[in-house]
């Protein structure tokens, strides 16, 4: 009988988990919901086996103080990130604090029956590792609980950039600047914690204690183990996507890159040669790059024809002006996500030439050897671990800013524009835009007001996916209207980072060539045509060739139109000595040609 109430205790905490997350997390896909439950009932299951197999009730100090613990790990960072975010990032869909919550559960009960059934060594062996489990999880809600008080927010990329670059002299004159009486209550408090978790755990043993056999004792310490490691172990390990956890690798990632990656720019810059080609520009003048995201051609109206017309702009711009407003109908994404995608997109290295991403020279260092002013403006995270080596690249602008640091800012792309009013249009200037586009989730990529296919606010992922290449439309558009009119533009080029499939579910290998195929266009002012003749009858030539977008740079190298010892136009697309066809040509990281994609055939 007793094993039907551990079976409905399962699926009260299957409850709570859904409950708790899809309250954090405004407009979940379906896809997203079923994923999340899966990973809820095998958790909740293992969360309530240690106790059911031995058939003992929750109970007794020890419990007791597991299950503060880990509830206290479960809500601590989801709730201070929902109390400081809710209004402008609606969503942090896969972090599993929740979770990995049950799990401790699970590797700690078990622990804890193991303990009680082998002797005094067992017992004080299994109730020491359990208080350090208890205090390491409990400080780390601490301190996150004291941050939050101090600053009004839930810790983020820049604290904890100044945690992880913290010296302990740092702290200690930190701690300096409060009050003493503020420092000696602060570790008191820690004091406090510590010998809470060990007290519970060295109270009078538990009175079923006897029970358990030493056999079974055997099958717990396994549970505890295996639980134990598939929380610790590897790089997708649910401790590791836990949000604190997460936060604080990213940011000692980052760290780690950014300092290799200043040693190899200055070793770069050292022997970049660059000449320029055509002629000079009549007056200062800006060429913009805009970098989309998860847009693919298969649902652009310009591209695809379809009854949706979901970019009804681009398709106006190339039907009515060709000679200036040219598609690219054949670009691919060289890999399935950003950062893989936009480190290789953004440099000389590719999935031809073997080098490194490291050692590469970049757009921005192109641009800067012409002279031009870099600003680089972003709607995506500053860091992060699909972000990072983006950051690195554009940190190496004259100006780069994201809105996502900029409190009380909607995170619409559209709020991109302002910046465009800091450049200065007396100079030469490259503008780089990278969008949140069509990320999802799709319903919060732009505002209800501009739904155009299905319910303002209902989530539907196909038409919320519409939607937003719609919103994205009118962004480029803008950016085109606001750029002519106030800096001179003499191009702009636009591609996506990958493309998307809001119907299917998004898996981490290779899934079909929908997700690879990309919108692009490149529009040219009249003096570019004349200043720049050369490029310009290549890319009219070549237009309609298969590219994949880890040649951008040396698309963006040609429409500068330069010479360079870091430049190879048999890359470009924008030279008559592009080599590439789709025989050549890969995506998935150099793991499956294009040729491979049935459209390819048809073309």
């Given at each position: 009988m007793i094993l039907i109430y551990y079976l409905i205790a399962a699926i009260l905490l299957f409850g709570m988990a859904k409950l708790l997350h899809e309250s954090f997390n405004k407009g979940l896909s379906l896809s997203s919901r079923h994923q999340q439950g899966s990973r809820f009932a095998v958790a909740s299951l293992m969360a309530t086996v240690p106790l059911a197999l031995t058939c003992m009730?929750?109970?007794?100090?020890?419990?007791?103080?597991?299950?503060?613990?880990?509830?206290?790990?479960?809500?601590?960072?989801?709730?201070?990130?929902?109390?400081?975010?809710?209004?402008?990032?609606?969503?942090?869909?896969?972090?599993?604090?929740?979770?990995?919550?049950?799990?401790?559960?699970?590797?700690?009960?078990?622990?804890?029956i193991a303990g009680y059934a082998t002797g005094s060594v067992g017992y004080i062996a299994s109730g020491i590792l359990l208080s350090l489990v208890e205090f390491g999880l409990l400080a780390l809600c601490f301190a996150q609980i004291v941050y939050f008080a101090m600053y009004k927010k839930c810790i983020d990329n820049?604290?904890?950039?100044?945690?992880?670059?913290?010296?302990?002299?740092?702290?200690?004159?930190?701690?300096?600047?409060?009050?003493?009486?503020?420092?000696?209550?602060?570790?008191?408090?820690?004091?406090?914690?510590?010998?809470?978790?060990?007290?519970?755990?060295?109270?009078?043993?538990?009175?079923?204690?006897?029970?358990?056999p030493l056999w079974m004792a055997a099958i717990e310490i396994v549970i505890a183990v295996a639980l134990s490691i598939f929380i610790f172990r590897g790089k997708?390990?649910?401790?590791?996507?836990?949000?604190?956890?997460?936060?604080?690798?990213?940011?000692?990632?980052?760290?780690?890159?950014?300092?290799?990656?200043?040693?190899?720019?200055?070793?770069r810059l050292s022997t970049l040669s660059v000449t320029p080609q055509g002629k000079p520009w009549s007056k200062p003048s800006t060429i913009v790059m805009v970098i989309g995201e998860s847009a693919t051609r298969d649902f652009c109206s310009a591209f695809t024809p379809m009854k949706e017309d979901t970019t009804p702009w681009i398709r106006q711009m190339a039907e009515a002006d060709p000679a200036h407003f040219m598609l690219?109908?054949?670009?691919?994404?060289?890999?399935?996500?950003?950062?893989?995608?936009?480190?290789?997109?953004l440099t000389e290295f590719n999935q031809y030439n073997g080098k490194n991403f490291n050692e590469a020279c970049t757009v921005v260092d192109i641009a800067h050897a012409l002279g031009y002013r870099v600003h680089w403006y972003?709607?995506?995270?500053?860091?992060?671990?699909?972000?990072?080596?983006?950051t690195l690249v554009a940190e190496t602008s004259d100006v780069a800013k994201w809105?996502?640091?900029?409190?009380?800012?909607?995170?619409?792309?559209?709020?991109?524009?302002?910046?465009?009013?800091?450049?200065?249009?007396?100079?030469?200037?490259?503008?780089?835009?990278?969008?949140?586009?069509?990320?999802?989730?799709?319903?919060?990529?732009?505002?209800?007001?501009?739904?155009?296919?299905?319910?303002?606010?209902?989530?539907?992922?196909?038409?919320?996916?519409?939607?937003?290449?719609?919103?994205?439309?009118?962004?480029l558009h803008a950016?085109?209207?606001r750029?002519?009119?106030?800096?001179?533009?003499?191009?702009?080029?636009?591609?996506?980072?990958?493309?998307?499939?809001?119907?299917?579910?998004?898996?981490?290998?290779?899934?079909?060539?929908?997700?690879?195929?990309?919108?692009?266009?490149?529009?040219?002012?009249?003096?570019?045509?004349?200043?720049?003749?050369?490029?310009?009858?290549?890319?009219?030539?070549?237009?309609?060739?298969?590219?994949t977008n880890d040649l951008a740079y040396n698309l963006m190298c040609g429409l500068m139109d330069v010479k360079s010892n870091c430049y190879d136009e048999s890359d470009s697309i924008a030279s008559e000595k592009y080599r590439h066809t789709v025989e050549t040509l890969l995506t998935d990281d150099g793991r499956m040609p294009l040729t491979d994609d049935p459209t390819t055939h048809t073309k």
């Open positions: 009730p929750p109970c007794g100090s020890r419990l007791i103080a597991v299950a503060v613990s880990v509830v206290a790990w479960m809500l601590t960072y989801p709730v201070l990130f929902h109390i400081s975010s809710r209004k402008s990032s609606p969503d942090y869909d896969n972090y599993m604090d929740t979770a990995t919550g049950y799990y401790f559960f699970g590797a700690m009960s078990a622990l804890t820049n604290g904890m950039i100044l945690v992880e670059q913290t010296h302990v002299n740092e702290v200690i004159e930190f701690s300096r600047s409060y009050p003493p009486a503020a420092s000696i209550a602060t570790i008191i408090a820690v004091m406090g914690l510590c010998a809470a978790c060990f007290a519970a755990n060295f109270m009078p043993t538990h009175p079923q204690s006897a029970i358990v997708r390990c649910p401790f590791r996507r836990c949000g604190i956890v997460k936060l604080f690798l990213d940011v000692r990632e980052f760290s780690h890159s950014n300092t290799d990656y200043k040693e190899y720019q200055a070793r690219f109908p054949n670009a691919y994404s060289c890999a399935l996500y950003t950062v893989a995608t936009l480190e290789k997109a972003s709607n995506q995270g500053h860091l992060g671990a699909f972000d990072t080596r983006v809105t996502k640091q900029e409190l009380n800012r909607v995170q619409y792309d559209m709020t991109l524009l302002d910046f465009i009013d800091e450049l200065n249009p007396e100079v030469n200037n490259l503008l780089v835009f990278h969008l949140k586009g069509s990320h999802f989730n799709f319903l919060n990529r732009y505002p209800q007001e501009y739904t155009v296919w299905g319910k303002p606010g209902v989530q539907d992922n196909v038409p919320n996916y519409m939607n937003s290449l719609r919103y994205t439309d009118t962004v950016i085109f209207d750029c002519r009119e106030k800096l001179n533009m003499q191009a702009m080029l636009y591609f996506s980072d990958h493309g998307q499939i809001p119907s299917q579910r998004r898996t981490p290998g290779f899934d079909g060539f929908n997700n690879v195929r990309i919108p692009m266009f490149l529009w040219v002012s009249d003096e570019y045509i004349s200043k720049h003749p050369v490029p310009y009858k290549a890319l009219q030539a070549n237009h309609n060739r298969y590219f």
